[in-house]
């Protein structure tokens, strides 16, 4: 496995000439050559690439599902993630598109680099590939084309400011067109819904909290195949809650359950339940339902 720590690592591993600039380099993608005698690319690599692709031969391990989109395929990396392409057979078609990367350092002192961990497309462990209509292609070539611009021209002390500017209005375009993509792609996405609730039905099995305690968001993302910052922004989109309200609403009907055919004291509920102190139950019971559990329990008395 490959360990690209600069802009330059990465020019020379997809055979580009040499560097106009250390820490930003737009790539045209048609241009990119891999060499691999094992038909795989596998490379960690230390700065953000955002691309746009299209005709590409082979397979990017980082997506959860089967894409069904042929056009306008953008993915986004984050720094020290690994990265691997499956090389297919050779086409008749050419690839085309663009890859733009970025390093860290470029961001310094700068407001975005602070802003830059609010979007999550950036952080997937596993992620979704952006399909973009030809309307929204052109809103984002339109904008790697403003950057190349900028950073091949003569800079000056407003150069750095513009480029970050653009990079912005990329990851906020690239923001609105993920929360789009989360809504007309209802079918994949109910199904994972579908399958989160069964996991979680099952995981509420009172056997099974009793031997493994409660489940948490991580082992819930694991099962599904998709990570914790996935799993929550496609929740958020199509029910209005996060994976861990989910959870929550797990854990009070369970509790309601109890408190109203049992005669288990609180602490016995609450420890069936999963929880080590008493406490942290009640307080989460009184936060969601306005009740103590035994103000609960009395309702029905």
Do not use: C
Not at 11 to 32: A, M, W
Not at 55 to 67: A, I, L, M, N, S
């Amino acid at each position: 496995m490959e360990r690209l720590n600069s802009i330059s690592d990465f020019h020379r591993f997809t055979g580009q000439s040499s560097l106009e600039h250390p820490l930003i380099s737009l790539i045209d993608y048609s241009k990119v050559t891999h060499q691999s005698s094992s038909g795989e690319l596998k490379w960690v690599q230390t700065f953000y690439t955002i691309s746009l692709k299209r005709d590409v031969v082979g397979k990017y391990r980082y997506g959860q599902q089967t894409y069904d989109f042929d056009e306008g395929l953008m993915n986004f990396f984050a720094p020290n993630q690994v990265i691997t392409i499956e090389q297919g057979e050779a086409s008749d078609k050419k690839p085309s598109g663009w890859i733009l990367a970025i390093h860290p350092d470029f961001f310094f002192g700068s407001e975005l680099s602070k802003k830059i961990k609010k979007y999550q497309f950036l952080n997937y462990s596993v992620r979704e590939a952006l399909f973009l209509s030809e309307k929204e292609e052109k809103v984002i070539t339109t904008i790697l084309s403003n950057i190349q611009s900028e950073y091949q021209a003569n800079l000056d002390q407003f150069s750095q400011e513009i480029i970050l500017n653009q990079i912005e209005l990329l990851l906020n375009y690239a923001d609105r067109f993920y929360q789009r993509q989360f809504l007309t792609r209802k079918v994949s996405n109910h199904e994972l819904l579908d399958r989160f609730e069964k996991i979680l039905e099952e995981e509420f099995e009172e056997q099974k909290i009793l031997e493994n305690g409660l489940p948490n968001v991580q082992q819930i993302a694991s099962r599904l195949h998709v990570s914790p910052d996935y799993l929550s922004s496609m929740l958020k989109v199509q029910t209005g809650q996060s994976t861990q309200q989910h959870l929550h609403r797990f854990i009070i009907d369970a509790a309601k359950v109890q408190l109203s055919t049992s005669q288990l004291s609180v602490s016995e509920i609450s420890y069936a339940l999963g929880f080590e102190h008493p406490q942290s139950f009640s307080k989460l019971f009184k936060s969601k339902t306005n009740q103590t559990p035994l103000e609960y329990r009395a309702s029905f008395n």
